[in-house]
């Protein structure tokens, strides 16, 4: 076995460059936002990867793009169908940004996306991970990306302690932006975009925060840590109970929920659809008709579902604290079309109130950026 690189030693990077582009040419796993030639893809993509799994944002991308397949149609949408068609994602910030960001480009900008990081800060919810994203990617800025994975393959790289201090930032940029293709030398003009992209894939699939992968590495002879490098826990995950109620009704031959409507000052998902919460105590001793976990960020929700069945149940729909101007009742076959929240879609989904059809993208063609 290869002993471990000198903790002195400097990186060479021109090495690194070719190690790294070698393995994420034979081993990137196909994404569908991959390849593409439409910065706005690249974009939507960026959007949605932020704190989501890609096996949750391959399935709605694909939706999003079906329902607004440019910036102009993301930018005439109603706000409502936007966080609809984002319902299931989470951090409905984003979709908020991303559509204010949309109507800018096309009021202020011609349509079309800026090329440069620096102009592309410019723009609602676009920040500095962001803005380097899409400039390199989509437009070949040789800027470097760094995200949670690409700082944890810098620091065991070079064995440098996690600190999340100005200092350990600055370092990790440092190492980041050393190792970055210069276009003037690359002759491939998207080397930066690669580049960014098989970091990140280095981290995502080898470079595993609890187990990496190293005899996989393809810089594993590079490396100053080779696993040893300590990785801080996690925060503590949190447990919730949430308590909510399902009551259906008919109308004529049409189904309808009950959905209370978050108000639009509420500091979390503001002008969402949620089934309405019930207090504790007033499902004491009930048996609830589902129950599930639902995670957000640090905290693990144990929700429970509650119908009223009959008339011992009838006080359920009383213990509902909410406003009665924010209850609506809502047809089940127009759900699709209403922003609701995640939990809400994923209740309403597992019990067969809503049924979602994600249409599947045809099989589109997707171009290699210009050698
Ligand atoms: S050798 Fe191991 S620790 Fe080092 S970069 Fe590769 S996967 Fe990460």
């Known amino acids: 076995m290869l002993s471990p690189a000198p903790k ?6 021109a090495l690194f460059r070719r190690k790294l582009s070698t393995w994420y040419r034979a081993h990137a796993r196909v994404l569908p936002w991959r390849n593409v030639t439409d910065p706005y893809r690249t974009w939507l993509s960026e959007v949605m990867l932020q704190q989501t799994r890609v096996a949750a944002v391959i399935e709605h991308y694909q939706h999003f793009l079906r329902r607004f397949p440019t910036i102009l149609a993301l930018a005439l949408a109603p706000e409502a169908e936007v966080l609809a068609s984002w319902s299931g994602l989470g951090y409905y910030r984003r979709a908020r940004m991303l559509h204010k960001a949309a109507k800018f480009v096309t009021e202020e900008l011609g349509g079309a996306l800026p090329s440069t990081s620096v102009e592309l800060r410019t723009l609602p ?3 500095e991970y962001t803005s380097a994203a899409i400039a ?3 437009f070949g ?6 995200d949670g994975n690409v700082e944890r393959v810098l620091l065991r790289l070079t064995g440098r302690p996690e600190k999340r201090d100005a200092s350990g930032r600055a370092f990790v940029q440092q190492q980041a932006s050393a190792l970055v293709p210069n276009r003037r030398i690359s002759k491939r003009a998207n080397a930066a975009g690669d580049h960014n992209q ?3 894939e280095l981290g995502a699939t080898i470079c595993l925060p609890k187990a990496p992968l190293c005899l996989n590495c393809p810089v594993y002879s590079m490396c100053r840590t080779r ?3 300590l990785t801080p826990p996690r925060k503590v995950q949190l447990s919730r109970p949430a308590a909510y109620l399902l009551s259906l009704r008919k109308r004529g031959t049409n189904t309808e929920v009950l959905l209370q409507l978050r108000t639009e000052d509420a500091s979390l998902m503001p002008g969402m659809y949620e089934l309405p919460p019930l207090p504790q105590d007033s499902v004491q001793g009930r048996e609830p008709m589902l129950r599930l976990r639902h995670a957000i960020t640090n905290t693990n929700y144990y929700v429970q579902v509650y119908a009223p069945s009959g008339p011992q149940d009838r006080g359920l729909r009383r213990s509902v604290p909410a406003a009665k101007n924010d209850l609506h009742w809502i047809q089940t076959n127009r759900l699709a ?5 995640g939990l809400t879609r994923k209740v309403l989904q597992r019990l067969g109130v809503m049924t979602v059809h994600l249409p599947k993208l045809p099989a589109t063609k997707t171009p290699s950026h210009p050698a």
């Open 227 to 229: 696993g040893e490098h």
């Open 136 to 138: 390199s990617i989509a």
């Open 8 to 13: 002195n030693a400097p990186l060479d990077a």
């Open 125 to 127: 919810g676009i920040g």
């Open 198 to 200: 098989a970091m990140m």
């Open 141 to 146: 800025e040789s800027i470097a990306v760094v």
């Open 337 to 341: 079309t209403r922003p609701l929240t």
